[in-house]
């Protein structure tokens, strides 16, 4: 099949014939043909339902009328670029994000990860490790959840008190004088590990490991996670320069602490 005639979800209905309610769907957006050949080949064969673009502008249409479980958005698109694309889906939706992209810049890691990317992949890579990122995502997230608004459980066991904010893990949403803040699952899902054990020193290479699912295997690894403490901190804390709620420990990690309670010896902003 040459490049150019590759299935569409408007031309081909193998999209919907073998679609399943236990189906993820991912959109891929790449202006690349053969990767989204490869990556729709391979992601079907995972047991995914797979939706592509070529454009940001396209990528955007097919969002809205197919609500994808998650997004693999490459950043060099053309009509409106990844960045663009993800900061419109940033302001309606806390669909997982996975960025593609041939700039392994960590500038531009973090410029996509600000913007509220779950992860961030650099081209060339390997199908099998964004497949690995995907599953983990998924399996976080839980699939058709990303999207909608959390439902709404018996408030009971998993509500912590840190400071003057609720945490509701049943819902994952967290409140300050009983306004919602709003946090994407990755933040919430940094904030709960950080207080589960409050006091306790988490390491940068564990929390990348239990959130992201891979260990770092470069600097620019370990950068994901101190972009996502900052972005918390901006919404958590009244002082983000001077945190009191998630504390730096130089060298290793971060650690949580109720307000009021003394500051671990080492640690820092």
Known sequence: MPLEDLPRPDQDESFEAGRSEHQATVLVVDDEAAVRRVLLMRLQLAGYRVIIAEDGEEALSLFHQEQPDLVVLDVMLPKLDGFAVCRRLRAESCVPIIFLSALDAITERVAGLDLGA??????????????????????????????SEPRDLPVGHGVMRVGD?????????????????????????????????????????????????????????????????????????????????????????????????????????
């Not at 306790?200 to 295997?217: C, F, H, M, S, T």
């Not at 945190?243 to 309670?261: A, K, N």
């Open 118 to 147: 779950d992860d961030y992949l650099p081209k060339p890579f390997s199908p099998k490790e964004l497949e690995a990122r995907i599953a983990t995502i998924l399996r976080r997230v839980g699939r058709g959840s990303a999207a």
């Open 165 to 269: 904010l609720v945490v509701d893990t049943n819902r994952r949403q967290v409140t300050r004088e009983g306004e919602r803040i709003g946090l994407t699952y990755t933040e919430f899902s940094l904030l709960e590990l950080l207080f589960r054990e409050p006091g306790r020193v988490v390491p940068r290479a564990e929390i990348l490991e239990q959130l992201w699912g891979y260990p770092p295997r470069r600097a620019a690894d370990l950068r994901v996670v101190d972009v996502y403490v900052a972005r918390l901190r901006g919404k958590l804390e009244p002082d983000p320069r001077n945190p009191e709620l998630i504390l730096t420990v130089r060298g290793t990690g971060y650690s949580s602490q109720r307000v009021g309670e003394p500051v671990l010896a080492g640690a820092s902003a």
